[in-house]
């Protein structure tokens, strides 16, 4: 029998994101940032290419980023520009989890996308298993090239898989429902 880890398994059971605009301060420090960047790059990785980047947004960065969305969001619904500025003005620390996809004969950007998100994961997970509140979101803005090539300075191969937010968490969600199996599960016996 395969040795259990209860208290993992209790964990990921139970796992829940929190609201990005639930967190506040203290947010983790350098030295706790830097294990929780460690642990999400363990992840999932064909080829050893490490086909994803971390940038770490603190409180003055994520002000500037949300002073630049505006001039992007000409055409969007007022309140939809406004939740994406929030979005970075509200926030205190925020990783940027960078797509970076490698040149690579055998392994297909298909696989070092599906990396990029394991990575974003890995740290989500990272950040709550430490008892801190985190959160990934991206948001149209994400998405926009000229916007994260001139903001982030992003190559033009490179995209954002999403951005992690990580604070102290000042009140708790309510659970939410959770996916049916029965409607997403295929078993495949012969």
Not at 44 to 64: C, M, S, T
Not at 152 to 180: C, K, M, S, V, Y
Request: hydrophobic residues 45%.
């Amino acid at each position: 029998m395969p040795e259990a880890n209860p208290a993992a398994v209790s964990f990921l059971a139970n796992r829940r994101s929190r609201p990005a605009k639930t967190l506040t301060t203290p947010v983790p420090t350098r030295p706790e940032l830097q294990d929780l960047l460690t642990i999400a790059a363990r992840t999932p990785d064909h080829g050893k290419l490490e086909p994803w980047r971390f940038i770490v947004l603190e409180k003055a960065a994520l002000q500037r980023l949300a002073d630049t969305v505006p001039a992007y969001c000409t055409d969007m619904d007022p309140e939809k520009t406004d939740k994406l500025v929030a979005q970075f003005a509200n926030a205190d620390l925020s990783v940027a989890v960078i797509s970076s996809p490698k040149p690579s004969d055998k392994i297909p950007v298909i696989e070092q996308t599906l990396s990029a998100g394991a990575v974003a994961m890995n740290l989500l997970s990272a950040a709550l298993a430490a008892g801190w509140g985190a959160n990934w979101l991206s948001g149209w803005i994400s998405h926009q090239p000229a916007w994260r090539e001139k903001h982030l300075g992003l190559a033009p191969h490179e995209w954002i898989a999403g951005f992690i937010h990580i604070g102290t968490e000042r009140l708790a969600p309510p659970e939410r429902p959770r996916p049916d199996l029965s409607t997403i599960v295929t078993w495949v016996e012969t």
